[in-house]
């Protein structure tokens, strides 16, 4: 007795959907998808209780004559592709010719649809996958799919399902991913019967982005700057600023010739991009198109086509990196010109302080097992040896470009004008970012000086820490420090960065090597010795109460004004915030 049966057509769409129709969120994702690939100008989404009672898509695309209706509804029908060279090199966001067929098959279903030219249109209602009904009908060219009581034959999938809120989120998300990734189409979305939002056809990105998420992220995003003509890949789009993040991913969007894709390979290159322009835990505002030639993307590794996968994903890490950073680099310029330092004359620095005598600053860190590293000028330790000048003495002549600070507000942030209003400085994060830069460039350059210990000590470490250790003692020993292996898993040490004064180098090392390795998997050398120098400096730089003069404080912001990424520290928190004459104007009421 044969035990082996072939699945009737409806079970085995039922089980294609299992994988295809997650949830409501996916029902649009594949009818939008459908409605794009058709030519649709104008797609209108609307849903009722969170999609479950109710998903429709309308759109104005190329619409479908009678038999191609019904055939549309058959598993792996489609008018997509046709051969196996075909499907190398996908040009269309559908392919596989699965999803009307799965869908039909879990919930009530009915597809009206007309050519444009065509006289009359097609209904079909389709229930459970059983064709119910086929008649003239359709009214407006372009095709109309409603897909009503999701699941309702399979409950156990139902009871999967979250809040309708929930639902409805997701499905908002998919229609921005959409949106995003369309600007030349126009988007409407109607939740429960109100319209949620309804997007005009875009001249460019960046005018649906403003429409989507309004003008003040826009503000704070920067067009890509395209690779090297070189690289076999294009890439454009906008993305946020240093120091611009979300606690979530909903804003990190990437499309791949199109299409919206999830990617650990490009998340890592985002991240290694922004890399210290990106606070711990946060992730970038992107909105990143890359364009390859679609032989060399592979779109049919996942069901719902959410992921691809690269034949050179190295090429297109180190394209999307190269671009990140030169994207904020080029961000950085364009700010700095709102930043450039008071040409102060002579005479009107003000004299060392003489009358109400600032206060000393007290040892902040008391049982600091580390020493603030010398300026490069030589200044050591700073200490509040000058007072704040007179309103007279800072008033520098204003040209465009200049900025003056007025003062300092609660011993921490530093307050300054420039063309644009008031900025404020955080001088603590300020400090850091400065540090950071100038012990980068020293590593780069000679490496970081370093000091013997009295005594050499040696360690030993588990297999693995051993293991990458040993892969990155080339690093350690530019970062300023000695160490080398000793015997099996054991090292010795025999000397630290000059900048470091640790009481217990072995247990020292240990923590080192536990952050680094957890922050840097796996990257690059120059990386690890910038996540080594950020981990320490922010024990060097000057703590938040630290009263400092007026000059210290000028030092400070044209040291700051100097960095590469003087906007954040190398936490990624910002360094300093605009508050623009504009805002201003509007909260005291002076301007609506
Ligand atoms: P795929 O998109 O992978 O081809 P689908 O099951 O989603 O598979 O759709 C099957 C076919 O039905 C498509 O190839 C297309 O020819 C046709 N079709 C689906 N939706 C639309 C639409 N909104 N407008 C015009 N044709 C459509
Ligand atoms: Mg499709």
Redesign the pocket.
């Known amino acids: 007795m044969s035990r082996i049966r072939l699945l009737p057509e409806i079970l085995a769409s039922q089980v294609a959907a299992g994988e295809v129709v997650e949830r409501p969120a996916s029902v649009v994702k ?1 009818l939008v998808e ?2 794009i ?2 030519g649709a100008r104008k797609i209108e989404v609307s849903i009722r209780r969170g999609g479950i009672s109710l998903v429709r898509v309308v ?1 104005d ?4 004559d009678r038999d ?1 209706a019904l055939l ?1 509804l058959e598993r792996h ?4 592709i046709r051969t196996a060279a075909d499907l190398a090199a996908i040009a269309t966001l ?8 799965s869908i039909a098959s879990v919930s009530r279903f009915r597809l009206t ?1 007309r050519e444009p030219e065509a006289i009359a249109g097609t209904e079909i209602i389709v229930a459970g996958g059983r064709i119910e009904t086929v008649r003239d009908g359709g009214e407006a060219p372009g ?1 109309q799919v409603e897909v009503r009581s999701l699941f309702y034959n399979l409950p156990a999938r139902r009871k999967f399902l979250r809040s309708e809120n929930t639902e409805s989120r997701n499905i908002e998300h998919q229609l921005h991913l959409q949106a995003t990734g369309h600007p030349e189409i126009a988007f409407a979305f109607v939740r429960d019967d109100r319209v949620a939002f309804q997007l005009p056809a875009a001249a460019s990105l960046l005018e649906r982005i403003r429409d989507l998420h309004g003008a003040e992220l826009v503000e704070r995003l920067l067009p890509v700057e395209e690779p090297s003509a070189s690289a076999r890949i294009r890439i454009g789009g906008l993305i946020g600023q240093a120091g611009v993040s979300r606690q979530s991913r909903a804003q990190q969007l990437v499309f791949v010739n199109g299409r919206a894709i999830e990617s650990p390979v490009l998340t890592a290159a985002l991240r290694e991009g922004y890399h210290t322009a990106l606070m711990k835990g946060q992730f970038p505002v992107t909105f990143l198109f890359l364009e390859l030639d679609p032989s060399a993307v592979d779109v049919n590794v996942h069901p719902a086509k959410r992921e691809v996968r690269f034949r050179d994903p190295a090429g297109v890490r180190e394209a999307v990196v190269e671009t990140i950073r030169n994207t904020l680099e080029s961000g950085r310029r364009d700010w700095q010109q709102q930043f450039q330092r008071p040409v102060v004359p002579q005479e009107e620095i003000p004299p060392p302080m003489t009358a109400s005598p600032a206060p000393q600053p007290e040892l902040v860190e008391p049982a600091s097992s580390y020493v603030i590293p010398s300026r490069t000028d030589g200044e050591g330790p700073r200490k509040s040896s000058e007072a704040w000048p007179t309103e007279s003495a800072i008033n520098v002549a204003s040209s465009s470009h200049q900025f003056q600070i007025i003062g300092i507000l609660n011993k921490l942030y530093v307050l300054m004008e420039n063309q644009d209003g008031l900025v404020l400085v955080d001088q603590h994060a300020a400090h850091e970012r400065i540090l950071f830069e100038e012990l980068r460039r020293r590593m780069e350059e000679q490496g970081v000086p370093s000091q013997r210990l009295l005594l050499a000590q040696t360690f030993e470490l588990a297999p693995r820490d051993a293991e990458w250790v040993e892969r990155n003692t080339a690093t350690l020993q530019k970062m300023g420090i000695g160490i080398e292996p000793f015997g099996q898993n054991a090292f010795k040490i025999d000397s630290l960065p000059t900048f470091l004064e640790v009481s217990d180098p072995v247990s020292f090392m240990r923590k080192v090597i536990d952050g680094l390795k957890s922050a840097s998997n796996g990257s690059s050398p120059l990386r690890l010795g910038e996540d080594m120098i950020a981990k320490t400096v922010c024990r060097h730089a000057i703590k938040a109460n630290d009263p400092l003069g007026y000059l210290e404080v000028e030092k400070l912001i044209s040291d700051l004004l100097e960095c590469e990424l003087p906007y954040c520290c190398p936490h990624g928190r910002p360094t300093m915030i605009q508050i623009s004459l504009n805002e201003l104007e509007k909260k005291f009421g002076r301007k609506v």
């Open positions: 594949e459908n409605s690939d058709a759109d695309g190329c619409g479908m191609d549309s029908a489609t008018s997509k559908g392919f596989r010719g699965e999803a009307l067929p649809t095709t």
